[in-house]
């Protein structure tokens, strides 16, 4: 009996052991189940992962930026805000967003700007030493379709005659966002807008001997021959009538167009598809067509508008047009919208010599960017450039690329917004008046537009509209060039158009001995 009883004393004694090695176990394994939780909502709680940290990554010789020192801010939101019972169409009252400054203190340095941005010192260079007055901007008014004032941070517009299609609206519409993105920040200004093709302010008309500073006019383009003061156009926010998306959408899917194809695998020709009745320039490019008697190399298709529009666009969309190894652009009544749309597909752009320029395209260098066409010869000049390309297509493929480059980086929504800031601002400095509201000007906002807006015009509005302020700066503004600089850059862009006119003599002069 003693030795049963200590036989199961033993058992107990194991098993009360194992017991309770059992429940440390467990308690363990409780309290490194919840320590992993811990541990794995504190990365969370700064928006990092463990597996995103530490699979694939590359460290570099800088320290990794703690999440916990300055957690992420949360955007303020600038709701768009059409309610019901808003009748009375006004601006809400809560339409401006607080002050910025607070968060500006710890905001990143702000970046460059792109060097395009130095064209805004060029185009304001007229009114440099004598500045704007109220009566220059007035002077302007035959000209424009619409004024414009700020004041307080407050749009204001002055309707004087409605432009063609929806180009003033959406120019207003896009001014109405670069407030929402940088609230607060805008000066006080007083502006007149002309929605026409064409710049229309001729320089000679105003010699610098003459006291007199030409009106200052904002537009979309100029030329050599004008002081027009060059802003970006409207279809940056959609072109409605036309289906034309904005332009953030919109060189998205231009990106995703240029990855179904490669360049090797495109139409080893040029193309071109507008609308040719607008210019004697654009009938004759017709001519360069295909035909039974001769091949330049080209397919030119004429755009008729009004059958598009029965067709619902589906003819027309500019990212299924990237299966093209090169493109044509040509200039409308004055420069087109066109360009950037061409210059996005990976192509190579075969840019007809143009007269006019919108805000971006002077820093375009041929054979950099694009391949110049001769006004003049036409057929024979983009037959050249088909078969150059087609017999070097390594460097037609970078110059391809690096339009697409320029246009999808340098050419970003918040490049636009800030080179509307920089402009608008740099043009503020120079009134020499305060602005006040003119008599017959409307307060304008961003529901009053929207709101009541339909189809596609309001579809594209909500699409592009600004929800939140931007966390950074402005990019900063490069100088302006000095004289030397700015004679080099315009010489060394003649040079290189007469180098490839000289490799087109020599080609067609070798055809003709040949023949």
């Known amino acids: 009996m003693r030795d049963s009883a200590a036989l199961l004393q033993g058992i107990l004694q194991r098993r009360c052991l194992s017991y309770l090695a059992t429940l440390f176990l467990f308690i363990l394994c409780i309290a490194a189940f919840f320590s992993a939780r811990l541990l ?38 600038i709701p768009l805000t059409c309610a019901v019972t808003n009748n009375t169409r006004t601006c809400p009252t809560t339409y401006h967003p607080p002050s910025l400054s607070a968060r500006d203190e710890d905001a990143a340095a702000p970046e460059a700007c792109p060097d395009y941005f130095r064209w805004i010192h060029e185009d304001l260079s007229p009114w440099r030493e004598t500045g704007i007055s109220l009566d220059m901007v007035e002077a302007a008014k035959r000209r424009a379709d619409f004024r414009l004032v700020i004041v307080n941070g407050t749009v204001y517009v002055e309707t004087y005659r409605r432009s063609f299609q929806t180009r003033d609206v959406f120019t207003q519409w896009g001014i109405l966002q670069l407030l929402r993105r940088y609230p607060g920040k805008l000066p006080d200004l007083d502006l007149v807008f002309s929605c026409a093709d064409r710049p229309g302010i001729v320089k000679e008309c105003y010699p610098k001997s003459n006291a007199t500073a030409p009106p200052p006019l904002f537009g979309y383009d100029g030329d050599d021959s004008t002081v027009d003061i060059v802003f970006p156009d409207w279809s940056f926010w959609g072109w409605p009538e036309i289906v034309i998306k904005p332009w953030k959408q919109l060189s998205e899917e231009l990106k995703e167009g240029n990855r179904r194809m490669r360049w090797v695998d495109r139409e080893a020709h040029a193309y071109w598809k507008g609308n040719a009745r607008l210019t004697a320039s654009r009938r004759d490019l017709l001519n360069c067509h295909v035909s039974g008697k001769q091949d330049w190399n080209a397919r030119i298709y004429y755009q008729d508008w009004h059958r598009e529009q029965r067709q619902g666009f589906k003819n027309s969309n500019l990212a299924g047009q990237c299966i093209h190894r090169f493109k044509i652009y040509i200039e409308g009544i004055g420069w087109s919208v066109s360009e950037k749309y061409i ?98 000007a409307i307060e304008l906002c961003s529901e009053l537009m929207a709101c009541p807006a339909d189809g596609l015009v309001k579809k594209y509005m909500v699409d592009s509209v600004v929800t939140s302020p931007s966390e950074a700066a402005p990019c900063t503004m490069p100088p302006p060039y000095d004289p030397p600089s700015l004679h080099s850059i315009l010489e060394r862009k003649e040079d290189l158009i007469k180098q490839v006119e000289t490799w087109e003599k020599q080609y067609w002069d070798t055809q003709t001995n040949h023949n």
């Open 40 to 77: 794995d909502f504190r990365w969370n709680a700064g928006n990092y992962s463990r597996k995103s940290i530490f699979s694939g990554v590359t460290f570099s010789k800088y320290p990794l930026h703690d999440p916990w020192t300055k957690p992420r801010r949360n955007p303020i939101e």
């Open 343 to 440: 210059l996005a597909c990976d192509s190579v752009s075969l840019v007809v010599r143009p007269r006019y320029y919108d805000f971006f395209t002077r820093s375009l260098i041929p054979l950099q960017h694009y391949w110049p066409i001769r006004e003049n010869d036409k057929c024979r000049s983009i037959k050249y450039a088909v078969h150059w390309g087609n017999t070097h297509q390594e460097e037609a493929q970078a110059i391809g690329k690096a339009a697409s480059h320029f246009v999808q980086e340098e050419l970003q929504m918040k490049y636009v917004y800030d080179y509307m800031f920089h402009l608008l601002t740099e043009y503020a400095k120079l009134l020499k008046y305060k602005p006040s509201v003119p008599p017959k």
